[in-house]
C-alpha cells in the first residue's frame, strides 16, 4: 500500500482547540479539566447565552495580582468590537462585561466575581471548592488531574532518532530529553502515545562504510566479526577520510550501496552488524536516562519509497526536474528533492513515506517531530507536500508539530567540545554530571551507603542535565555549564530535588500517615498562605495543558520551580508541626510533594525523600 490520491487539503499545524473539549471525554470519565479549563467552560456558556450567535473563544487566566481575585476573564473588550453596530449591542466594554456576569450559571467553583478596569471580570474561587479539590488530589491520586482533551488520542512521537555508525551528539541528547518529557506528558493526559525512533539506518554512509570493511580486511566482509564494527566511530571516521580521497573508492562506495538496497546478502549482513554496534551504544544513554523507544529506522520505509514518489509525480506533486523528482512550493526557493537524479532516495523521500505510514497505518491523529531547528524548512516541506498529496485523512483532525530546538554550547558560548577539543560523548558527559554529585551527597550524607548514594547520584546528575535542558525556551541556543545545572541555589533540578526531600522530611517527622490524615482529616484554607499554595498547587494542570499547547517543558519547569518558591513563603510563614492546623497544613504539604514528584515524573527527573 502506498499514498493514494485524495482531493482535500487539509490546514496543517492547527490547534485542535474543538477536539480538545469534546471528543475526548468518553475515555476519560476520571479527569476533571484544569482550574482554567472549568472557569473557560463556564465563561464560555455564560457568553454563548448572552450573546448569541457570536463565536468566542473564552479567554480566562490567572490574574497577576491577588488583590484582583484569583483568575479573570478578559473577553468583553474583543467581543465589544464584535458586537458594536449590531442591533441592541452593549454601549460598552463593561456593559458587555456585565452581561456575561449575570449569564454565568451557578457554580461551586466561584465565590465572587467583580468587574475591574474598561471590562475584566475577576474571579474568586471558593476555598472550600479549592480544598475539597486539593483534598481529592491526595485520596484520588494525581491522574485524577491531567488536563482534559488528550484521552485517548494517537499521538506518534518521532524523537531522539540518531543516525547508525555517527556520534549520538548533544542535539540527539537535546531531542532525547525534550521527547521523553512530551511523551510522558501525553502518555499521563491519557493519549496512546507511538515513541518513535527514527535513527538513520539507512543511506549513502553504509556503502562507504561497508566498502571499506570489505576493502581493508583480508579475508573480506565475511570474514569480520562482531569486533569489527566495536569501535563505529574509528571506522566511520577512516572510511569517511578514504572516501574524501579516493575517487575510485568513492565510486566502489556508491556501488555497494545500491548492492546493499538491492539486497544482497553479504552486505545486509554487515549492515546489520554495524546497526547492532550502534544500537548498543544508542542503548546505554537510553538506559541511563530511563527513556523507552522503539526503534524504527529509515529503513523501514525502504520497501515503500518506490511507490510513494511515483504517486507524487502521477498526483502532478512532485515534478521532474534536471533529472531529479522534485515538490516545488511558491514561496520556497529550494524544493524538496523526493528523488535523486541518480534514482536515489533519501531522507525527505523516506519521511513522505513515514508520513503517510503514520496517518494510514498507525491512524495517528497528531505527529511530532523533534529535532534542532536547521530541520524546520525540512518539516514545513514534508508538511505542505502531505498536505498537497491529500494524505490527511478527512475524518479526522491532524495536528502535525516540528518541534526544533536551538544548539548547545560550550561554556564559553562556542560550539560544545571537551577539553580536549573532540566531541563530547554523551556517555562522559553523564558521567561527568554524575561525578560532580556523588561528593555533595557524600558529604552531607556521610552515613549513606553505596546503594543509596548510587542511586541519588544518577537521580541528581542525570537529573540536572535534563532539567537544564527543559527549563530553557527550546529555540534558543543554551549553554552547557556543569557548575550552573549543579547550584543548589538556583532554578536547578538539585535545588528543587533538596526542595522536595525537605519536605518529604517535615512529613516523616510528623510521625504521621498522611496517606490515612487524607480520609480522616480535611484541608481547610484560611492564612492567605495557605490559599496562594493551594491555588498554585491547583495550576499544576494548567501548566501541562500549557506545556502541550506549544510543547515547550519550560512551561512546566517554570510551574514547578515557581510552586517551590510558594511553598517556601508558606512554609516561613505558617508553622505546620505543632500548630492548631497541623492536620490540614500537612496534607498542603503532602499535596505539594505529590505535584512536585509529578512534575518531576513528567520530566524525567527522578525524585529522592532524602539527601
Ligand atoms: N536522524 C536525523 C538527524 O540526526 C533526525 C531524524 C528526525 N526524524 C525524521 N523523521 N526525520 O538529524
Same mark, same amino acid.
Given at each position: 500500500?502506498?499514498?493514494?490520491?485524495?482531493?482535500?487539503?487539509?490546514?496543517?499545524?492547527?490547534?485542535?482547540?474543538?477536539?480538545?473539549?469534546?471528543?475526548?471525554?468518553?475515555?476519560?470519565?476520571?479527569?476533571?479539566?484544569?482550574?482554567?479549563?472549568?472557569?473557560?467552560?463556564?465563561?464560555?456558556?455564560?457568553?454563548?447565552?448572552?450573546?448569541?450567535?457570536?463565536?468566542?473563544?473564552?479567554? +480566562?487566566?490567572?490574574?497577576?495580582?491577588?488583590?484582583?481575585?484569583?483568575?479573570?476573564?478578559?473577553?468583553?473588550?474583543?467581543?465589544?468590537?464584535?458586537?458594536?453596530?449590531?442591533?441592541?449591542?452593549?454601549?460598552?466594554?463593561?456593559?458587555?462585561?456585565?452581561?456575561?456576569?449575570?449569564? =454565568?450559571?451557578?457554580?461551586?467553583?466561584?465565590?465572587?466575581? %467583580?468587574?475591574?478596569?474598561?471590562? &475584566?471580570?475577576?474571579?474568586?474561587?471558593?476555598?472550600?471548592?479549592?480544598?475539597?479539590?486539593?483534598?481529592?488530589?491526595?485520596?484520588?491520586?494525581?491522574?485524577?488531574?491531567?488536563?482534559?482533551?488528550?484521552?485517548?488520542?494517537?499521538?506518534?512521537?518521532?524523537?531522539?532518532?540518531?543516525?547508525?555508525?555517527?556520534? #549520538?551528539?548533544?542535539?540527539? !541528547?537535546?531531542?532525547?530529553?525534550?521527547?521523553?518529557?512530551?511523551?510522558?506528558?501525553?502518555?499521563?493526559?491519557?493519549?496512546?502515545?507511538?515513541?518513535?525512533?527514527?535513527?538513520?539506518?539507512?543511506?549513502?554512509?553504509?556503502?562507504?562504510?561497508?566498502?571499506?570493511?570489505?576493502?581493508?580486511?583480508?579475508?573480506?566482509?565475511?570474514?569480520?566479526?562482531?569486533?569489527? *564494527?566495536?569501535?563505529?566511530?574509528?571506522?566511520?571516521?577512516?572510511?569517511?577520510?578514504?572516501?574524501?580521497?579516493?575517487?575510485?573508492?568513492?565510486?566502489?562506495?556508491?556501488?555497494?550501496?545500491?548492492?546493499?538496497?538491492?539486497?544482497?546478502?553479504?552486505?545486509?549482513?554487515?549492515?546489520?552488524?554495524?546497526?547492532?554496534?550502534?544500537?548498543?551504544?544508542?542503548?546505554?544513554? /537510553?538506559?541511563?536516562?530511563? *527513556?523507552?523507544?522503539?526503534?524504527?529506522?529509515?529503513? &523501514?520505509?525502504?520497501?515503500?519509497?518506490?511507490?510513494?514518489?511515483?504517486?507524487? +509525480?502521477?498526483?502532478?506533486?512532485?515534478?521532474?526536474?534536471?533529472?531529479?523528482?522534485? +515538490?516545488? &512550493?511558491?514561496?520556497?526557493?529550494?524544493?524538496?528533492?523526493?528523488?535523486?537524479?541518480?534514482?536515489? &532516495?533519501?531522507?525527505?523521500?523516506?519521511?513522505?513515506?513515514? !508520513?503517510?505510514?503514520? =496517518?494510514?497505518?498507525?491512524?495517528?491523529?497528531?505527529?511530532?517531530?523533534?529535532?534542532?531547528?536547521?530541520?524546520?524548512?525540512?518539516?514545513?516541506?514534508?508538511?505542505?507536500?502531505?498536505?498537497?498529496?491529500?494524505?490527511?485523512?478527512?475524518?479526522?483532525?491532524?495536528?502535525?508539530?516540528?518541534?526544533?530546538?536551538?544548539?548547545?554550547?560550550?561554556?564559553?558560548?562556542?560550539?560544545?567540545?571537551?577539553?580536549?577539543?573532540?566531541?563530547?560523548?554523551? +556517555?562522559?558527559?553523564?558521567?561527568?554530571?554524575?561525578?560532580?554529585?556523588?561528593?555533595?551527597?557524600?558529604?552531607?550524607?556521610?552515613?549513606?551507603?553505596?546503594?543509596?548514594?548510587?542511586?541519588?547520584?544518577?537521580?541528581?546528575?542525570?537529573?540536572? *542535565?535534563? /532539567?537544564?535542558?527543559?527549563?530553557?525556551?527550546?529555540?534558543?541556543?543554551?549553554?552547557? %555549564?556543569?557548575?550552573?545545572? !549543579?547550584? #543548589?541555589?538556583?532554578?536547578?533540578?538539585?535545588?528543587? !530535588? /533538596?526542595?522536595?526531600?525537605?519536605?518529604?522530611?517535615?512529613?516523616?517527622?510528623?510521625?504521621?500517615?498522611?496517606?490515612?490524615?487524607?480520609?480522616?482529616?480535611?484541608?481547610?484554607?484560611?492564612?492567605?498562605?495557605?490559599?496562594?499554595?493551594?491555588?498554585?498547587?491547583?495550576?499544576?494542570?494548567?501548566?501541562?495543558?500549557?506545556?502541550?499547547?506549544?510543547?515547550?517543558?519550560?512551561?512546566?519547569?517554570?510551574?514547578? /520551580?515557581?510552586?517551590?518558591? *510558594?511553598?517556601?513563603?508558606?512554609?516561613?510563614?505558617?508553622?505546620?508541626?505543632?500548630?492548631?492546623?497541623?492536620?490540614?497544613?500537612?496534607?498542603?504539604?503532602?499535596?505539594?510533594?505529590?505535584?512536585?514528584?509529578?512534575?518531576?515524573?513528567?520530566?524525567?527527573?527522578?525524585?529522592?525523600?532524602?539527601?
Amino acid at each position: 500500500m502506498g499514498p493514494r490520491r485524495m482531493d482535500a487539503a487539509f490546514s496543517l499545524g492547527h490547534r485542535f482547540a474543538h477536539l480538545a473539549r469534546g471528543c475526548a471525554s468518553s475515555s476519560m470519565a476520571q479527569t476533571q479539566g484544569s482550574v482554567r479549563q472549568e472557569l473557560s467552560s463556564l465563561f464560555g456558556s455564560a457568553m454563548a447565552s448572552a450573546f448569541p450567535g457570536v463565536e468566542v473563544t473564552p479567554y +480566562v487566566a490567572q490574574t497577576n495580582d491577588a488583590k484582583f481575585g484569583d483568575y479573570q476573564c478578559n473577553n468583553a473588550m474583543a467581543l465589544f468590537g464584535k458586537l458594536k453596530g449590531k442591533e441592541g449591542a452593549p454601549k460598552n466594554p463593561r456593559l458587555v462585561a456585565e452581561a456575561i456576569v449575570s449569564a =454565568l450559571p451557578a457554580s461551586p467553583l466561584i465565590a465572587s466575581t %467583580s468587574l475591574a478596569g474598561p471590562g &475584566f471580570i475577576n474571579v474568586v474561587l471558593s476555598r472550600d471548592w479549592l480544598a475539597a479539590r486539593l483534598q481529592g488530589l491526595l485520596t484520588e491520586g494525581v491522574a485524577s488531574w491531567a488536563p482534559a482533551g488528550y484521552a485517548g488520542r494517537r499521538v506518534v512521537v518521532d524523537f531522539s532518532s540518531p543516525n547508525v555508525a555517527k556520534e #549520538m551528539h548533544v542535539g540527539h !541528547l537535546r531531542s532525547t530529553i525534550l521527547g521523553d518529557c512530551i511523551a510522558r506528558t501525553l502518555e499521563y493526559c491519557g493519549a496512546d502515545v507511538l515513541r518513535l525512533n527514527h535513527i538513520g539506518d539507512w543511506g549513502t554512509q553504509f556503502g562507504m562504510l561497508i566498502q571499506y570493511m570489505a576493502e581493508k580486511r583480508p579475508g573480506g566482509l565475511q570474514a569480520s566479526t562482531e569486533e569489527d *564494527v566495536a569501535d563505529l566511530q574509528v571506522l566511520y571516521r577512516a572510511a569517511k577520510q578514504r572516501f574524501d580521497e579516493d575517487e575510485a573508492f568513492k565510486t566502489r562506495s556508491r556501488e555497494a550501496v545500491t548492492e546493499l538496497q538491492g539486497g544482497r546478502e553479504e552486505y545486509l549482513e554487515a549492515w546489520r552488524r554495524i546497526c547492532d554496534a550502534s544500537r548498543r551504544e544508542f542503548q546505554k544513554i /537510553y538506559d541511563r536516562l530511563g *527513556v523507552r523507544l522503539q526503534e524504527r529506522g529509515e529503513s &523501514f520505509y525502504n520497501p515503500r519509497l518506490r511507490e510513494t514518489v511515483d504517486a507524487l +509525480v502521477e498526483q502532478g506533486v512532485a515534478v521532474e526536474s534536471e533529472g531529479a523528482k522534485c +515538490v516545488f &512550493f511558491p514561496k520556497r526557493d529550494v524544493p524538496l528533492i523526493v528523488q535523486k537524479s541518480d534514482g536515489g &532516495f533519501g531522507y525527505a523521500s523516506t519521511d513522505m513515506a513515514a !508520513l503517510w505510514q503514520r =496517518l494510514h497505518e498507525e491512524n495517528a491523529d497528531w505527529i511530532i517531530y523533534i529535532t534542532d531547528v536547521g530541520q524546520a524548512n525540512h518539516f514545513a516541506m514534508v508538511f505542505e507536500a502531505g498536505e498537497r498529496a491529500g494524505y490527511l485523512p478527512k475524518d479526522r483532525t491532524v495536528r502535525i508539530d516540528h518541534v526544533g530546538f536551538g544548539l548547545v554550547m560550550g561554556e564559553d558560548g562556542k560550539k560544545f567540545k571537551s577539553r580536549s577539543g573532540d566531541t563530547v560523548r554523551l +556517555v562522559e558527559l553523564l558521567d561527568e554530571a554524575k561525578d560532580r554529585c556523588r561528593a555533595t551527597i557524600r558529604e552531607r550524607r556521610p552515613d549513606i551507603d553505596e546503594e543509596e548514594l548510587e542511586a541519588a547520584t544518577c537521580a541528581m546528575g542525570y537529573g540536572a *542535565v535534563k /532539567y537544564a535542558d527543559l527549563k530553557n525556551n527550546r529555540l534558543t541556543n543554551y549553554r552547557f %555549564s556543569y557548575d550552573e545545572m !549543579l547550584n #543548589m541555589q538556583g532554578d536547578t533540578a538539585v535545588y528543587l !530535588l /533538596y526542595a522536595h526531600a525537605r519536605i518529604a522530611a517535615i512529613i516523616r517527622k510528623s510521625g504521621r500517615d498522611v496517606v490515612d490524615l487524607a480520609n480522616s482529616a480535611s484541608i481547610a484554607l484560611a492564612d492567605p498562605r495557605e490559599v496562594a499554595l493551594a491555588i498554585q498547587i491547583a495550576r499544576f494542570s494548567e501548566a501541562v495543558d500549557d506545556l502541550l499547547a506549544d510543547l515547550s517543558p519550560n512551561r512546566l519547569t517554570s510551574y514547578l /520551580y515557581d510552586l517551590s518558591g *510558594v511553598f517556601n513563603q508558606f512554609y516561613t510563614e505558617c508553622q505546620v508541626i505543632g500548630s492548631d492546623h497541623e492536620d490540614s497544613r500537612l496534607l498542603l504539604c503532602e499535596a505539594t510533594a505529590v505535584i512536585m514528584r509529578q512534575c518531576f515524573s513528567l520530566l524525567g527527573i527522578t525524585a529522592l525523600y532524602r539527601i
